[in-house]
C-alpha cells in the first residue's frame, strides 16, 4: 500500500502535473528515495504509528520528490547514466560537473529534504544537529 494517492497529489499537494500513466513508478521510486533518504527509519508500519502531524510531512516530502524525479528525468533518474549533451538546429545544452567532477545530479529532491528537516528522520547522529 503506498503512503500516497493520484489523488492526494494532485488534490492536496497541488504538485506540478504528471501523466496517469507515469504515476505509478514515480510514486514507487520516489518512495523508494524517501526511505532511503531516512535511512529507513521510515517504513510503512512506522509511518502508521506516527502522529498525523508528522505523516503529512512524509507525505508532502514523496510529493516534492515525485515532482522532483518527474522534472529531472522521471523513474529512472537514479541509473547512473546523465545527459552528457543535447541539441536542436542552433540550440545546444551539456550537462555542468558538478564540483566533484561529476556530472550526476543529486537523486534527493531538496524540498523533500526540507519539508523532512524537523521530523529528525534525517538526523545522521554523532553530535548536535
Known amino acids: 500500500m ?3 494517492t493520484e489523488a492526494y497529489y494532485n488534490e492536496t499537494f497541488h504538485g506540478e502535473p504528471v501523466y496517469t ?7 514507487a521510486r520516489a518512495e ?8 529507513y527509519r ?10 498525523e502531524s508528522m505523516q503529512e510531512r512524509i507525505k508532502n516530502a514523496i510529493c516534492a520528490q515525485i515532482e522532483y524525479l518527474d522534472a ?8 547512473g547514466t546523465g545527459l552528457q ?9 551539456t550537462q555542468a560537473s558538478g564540483a ?7 537523486i534527493y529532491a531538496p524540498r523533500a529534504m526540507r519539508i523532512l528537516a524537523p521530523t ?7 553530535g548536535a544537529y
Open 72 to 79: 529531472n528525468g522521471g523513474s529512472e533518474m537514479d541509473n
Open 100 to 106: 566533484d567532477g561529476s556530472a550526476q545530479q543529486p
Open 85 to 93: 549533451s543535447a541539441g536542436l538546429g542552433k540550440f545546444s545544452y
Open 42 to 51: 521510515l517504513t510503512l508500519p512506522s509511518f502508521n504509528e506516527m502522529p
Open 32 to 39: 523508494e528515495v524517501i526511505e532511503e533518504m531516512t535511512m
Open 2 to 4: 503506498p503512503y500516497i
Open 120 to 126: 529528525g528522520l534525517l538526523y545522521r547522529g554523532g
Open 21 to 27: 500513466a507515469d504515476f505509478p513508478s514515480l510514486l
